[in-house]
């Protein structure tokens, strides 16, 4: 493997991929894109069937972005939860968003797993708190919340009471390419989804409230703030636009229109009417372009934003 970074000990065992949806395929490409074999499970047969031709796609893409290993990982797909654990280190869960599923993957897991192996869940909306509920050991579980599609969006958002358990996974995450971020406590929707909601919130307001239309907004975010975002984030990039005196600046000066600004901030709801002004808004904005192609561009995008950005894999 190709990498300046010593590998950890969790990454020179193989490891289990557990849920082979959206998720869990680009998890799988991502790891085997690094040399890393993986072991993968699913309840699903036809998800055990397609895994190997649905890997396929985001491996090219991963391969396009930069030189893979010198040999990649290598996919085993598995039925038996006791067989696809044999010999892992590290699993990466990415079952349905369903507690009780979730609950009979981490019983599994602890009791065919090795008693030093971390299994990490990729979940959305649920709380460490929730999940780990029930094991014997909580603490061998983490929160490792990724963006949409995994292979491609650098971020995982951690959380776990544990901090060694956290330099453990930070330094499997940081071997594969990713930029792991932990979470002082836990939150709904972690960071990411919690920032993304509030700028949504805003953008269905300003839909709502007839203030511009669906493909308006959409073309304002991503020609105007998205892009300064991309580089600096929202903290930095006010840091920048407070001029020689920095936040401090900033704060001080335009504190105040940027509190005036909050206040006029909506709160609307997902009514009817809103629901459809929405989905008729998407539509347009599509222009006839299936999610296929949609989603064909969104990743062509990033996979150019990423290169600019240099963000190696």
């Given at each position: 493997m190709t990498s300046e970074t010593a590998v950890p000990p969790e990454l020179q065992a193989p490891v289990a991929i557990l849920g082979c949806g959206l998720i869990g395929v680009s998890w799988a490409a991502l790891f085997l894109h690094h040399g890393i074999n993986v072991r993968a499970w699913d309840t699903s047969s036809i998800a055990r069937k397609t895994l190997l031709e649905r890997v396929k796609l985001p491996m090219a893409q991963l391969a396009l972005m930069g030189?893979?290993?010198?040999?990649?990982?290598?996919?085993?797909?598995?039925?038996?939860?006791?067989?696809?654990?044999?010999?892992?280190?590290?699993?990466?869960?990415?079952?349905?968003?369903?507690?009780?599923?979730?609950?009979?993957?981490?019983?599994?897991?602890?009791?065919?797993?090795?008693?030093?192996?971390?299994?990490?869940?990729?979940?959305?909306?649920?709380?460490?708190?929730?999940?780990?509920?029930?094991?014997?050991?909580?603490?061998?579980?983490?929160?490792?919340?990724?963006?949409?599609?995994p292979h491609l969006v650098p971020l995982v958002e951690m959380f776990c009471p544990s901090d060694s358990v956290l330099d453990r996974a930070e330094a499997i995450y940081r071997r594969i390419g990713r930029v792991p971020v932990r979470m002082k406590r836990e939150a709904t929707g972690h960071i990411a989804n919690r920032l993304s909601s509030a700028l949504w919130r805003e953008a269905v307001n300003i839909v709502a409230e007839g203030i511009a239309d669906v493909e308006a907004v959409d073309l304002a975010l991503v020609n105007g703030p998205g892009l300064r975002w991309a580089v600096t984030g929202a903290h930095m990039t006010y840091h920048l636009g407070g001029g020689a005196g920095g936040i401090a600046h900033y704060l001080e000066h335009l504190g105040p229109s940027q509190e005036s600004r909050w206040?006029?901030?909506?709160?609307?709801?997902?009514?009817?009417?809103?629901?459809?002004?929405?989905?008729?808004?998407?539509?347009?904005?599509a222009k006839g372009k299936s999610l296929r192609e949609l989603e064909q561009i969104r990743d062509a995008g990033l996979m150019r934003l990423l290169a600019a950005r240099d963000i190696k894999h």
């Open positions: 030189p893979p290993a010198v040999v990649l990982g290598h996919l085993s797909v598995f039925s038996d939860m006791s067989a696809v654990l044999e010999g892992v280190s590290f699993a990466q869960e990415s079952a349905p968003e369903v507690v009780n599923v979730k609950h009979e993957i981490y019983s599994s897991f602890e009791h065919h797993a090795g008693s030093e192996a971390l299994i990490a869940s990729s979940a959305s909306g649920l709380s460490w708190s929730n999940l780990s509920a029930g094991m014997h050991v909580p603490e061998r579980l983490l929160t490792a919340h990724p963006f949409n599609p206040t006029d901030l909506g709160t609307p709801s997902l009514t009817p009417e809103v629901c459809a002004a929405l989905i008729a808004g998407v539509e347009a904005e």
